[in-house]
């Protein structure tokens, strides 16, 4: 049976290229000066009908803009030392947590001037060049202790850089982390959840850190098979004795991460389920508080993996969350069980209570803001929609006052990927600016970097480039320093 994340929009391109001459229609407005950043999973070789998505070698393209001119698109592997070894090359110095060889692939940002590739669940970040040729692995100047998160969030008053990392060999804690402007750790602290969850994101309001702890966990029994024969019954014992509960020895997690490489590919390696008995919550941990402080809430059970925003509204908080009905239960190549749609969750401190309220019914994922409002309260909101799982065949803007949406569909044989927004200045209002993303034209096998108007979601610019940037995970503006 063939895997649809391995066909059409998902399937992997192999070929690293440099391209400049880039033809532009429109006109690129002169004051966006940076680089457009993508990344998402795309496996050095065949990996088979087995093929988990979210396990995919991560590669990277870049758009570089200037002056109104697209100077260069590069597409790059993000050199792990599995897949620098697969290219033929030398190992990147650097350390890798656990010994988990992962090629990440979920997201890329800049932060202090720096570049980095990142993935969730234990691997290390690793550092790129400006051109996105991999540097190594990175802990942020041996400040970083373990893994990190695919989804950090910066503070758009100080700067600093917010994380909640998920480990499974953390057992029942996940890490609250700040990275200051300068690129270094400056708090860490450890935070008790319920077991074992795939923790993909977070919120942060001026406050708080809101942890979503919800019913997607480590499942130590797919995790046992993965390891290498000889540890398996050691594994077995140490994961029925601490998953959910204890660290496991930092020896038996290296052990375990260098399992065959022919089953890194493979969905039974995957190891996070859905479990209908684990509790479903959300917990706000005070920003400069301790595990102690956090305050735990129920919700209707459900998975998120990416939250719009949140804000302090009074004695409330307002989530704007994609909630997804569950995932991983059924199907355990790709997330497919229903259709994630927008809510807002409103937290009552005073009652303890959560209001959840659906805002649309669209089928539509990674929602994005203007994120200088970060933390604050946002008017509108940005999404990619779906008339199935695997098509991006539309835009959708939300206005969260007034209500409503106002979509704009891409057309037959298009499929999008994340739209992220630019302000036109930096003190222009909320939508006073443009929203940038990769649409795939499938037919035709190439792809358009399309700059639209934020307000009528009409076309300003569009780059074309004569190759397809796969369907992939997440992306961001880079601003030039």
């Known amino acids: 049976m063939a895997n649809q994340y ?25 004051h966006l000066d940076g680089r457009y950043l ?5 496996p050095v070789f065949d990996p088979g009908d087995d093929y988990q998505w979210f396990l995919g070698d991560g590669m990277v393209h870049g758009l570089r803009l200037r002056d109104g001119e697209a100077q ?23 350390h890798l947590h656990a ?91 450890d935070v008790e959840v319920h077991g074992s969850p795939m923790m993909h994101s977070f919120s942060l309001t001026e406050n708080y850190v809101v942890l979503y702890d919800l019913p997607a966990v480590f499942d130590k029994r797919v995790a046992a098979k993965t390891a290498p024969l000889l540890v398996r019954p050691m594994a077995r014992l140490s994961l029925n004795a601490v998953i959910g509960r204890n660290p496991i ?15 890194r590919f493979r969905t039974g390696s995957f190891p996070y389920r859905w ?22 809430l129920d919700v209707e059970p459900c998975y998120v993996f990416h939250p719009m925003n949140a804000y302090e509204d009074g004695d409330t908080i307002v989530l704007d969350v994609v909630r997804h009905p569950r995932v991983f239960d059924t199907v355990a190549i790709g997330p497919e069980e229903g259709p994630p749609t927008v809510e807002r969750w409103t937290v009552d401190l005073i009652a303890g209570k959560v209001r959840e309220e659906r805002l649309d019914d669209h089928p539509q994922e990674f929602p994005r803001i203007d994120e200088r409002l970060t ?14 799982w695997s098509d991006g065949d539309s835009l959708i803007r939300h206005d969260m006052v007034a209500g409503g949406t106002k979509v704009r569909p891409f057309g037959p044989g298009h499929s999008a990927a994340e739209f992220v927004f630019i302000p036109n200045a930096p003190d222009s209002a909320e939508d006073d600016g443009v929203l940038m993303g990769f649409v795939q034209d499938l037919p035709n096998e190439r792809t358009d970097l399309l700059v639209l108007d934020s307000q009528t979601l009409d076309d300003i610019a569009a780059v074309h480039l004569p190759v397809r940037v796969p369907a992939g995970f997440h992306g961001n503006w880079v601003p030039t320093p």
Request: proline share 8%; glycine share 12%; hydrophobic share 30%.
């Open 6 to 30: 391995l066909e059409g929009g998902f399937g992997p391109v192999r070929e690293e290229v440099t391209l400049t001459d880039l033809e532009v229609t429109g006109h690129l407005p002169q």
């Open 38 to 42: 993508r990344i998402g999973p795309n």
């Open 72 to 94: 260069w698109y590069r597409n790059r592997y993000v050199r792990s030392p599995a897949v620098a070894k697969a290219l033929g090359e030398q190992r990147r110095p650097g």
């Open 99 to 189: 010994g988990m060889d992962f090629a990440p692939n979920t997201n890329v940002i800049g932060h202090a001037g720096r570049t980095f590739a990142l993935v969730e669940s234990g691997p290390s970040p690793h550092e790129l060049t400006s051109e996105l040729d991999t540097i190594g692995p990175c802990n942020f100047d041996g400040t970083l202790k373990g893994g990190y998160t695919a989804h950090p969030i910066t503070d758009p008053d100080t700067g600093e850089l917010h994380a909640v990392s998920y480990f499974w060999g953390w057992g029942n804690r996940v890490q609250y982390s700040v990275i200051d402007t300068a690129g270094r750790v400056r708090r860490s602290i």
């Open 249 to 263: 020895p930092e020896w038996l997690a290296t052990a375990m991460a260098r399992g065959p490489a022919k089953r």
């Open 275 to 296: 479990d209908d008995k684990y509790p479903a919550r959300i917990g706000l941990l005070p920003r400069e508080g301790t595990s102690n402080d956090v305050r735990w």
């Open 375 to 388: 933390g604050r309260r946002h008017r509108y909101g940005y999404s990619i929609g779906f008339s199935e």
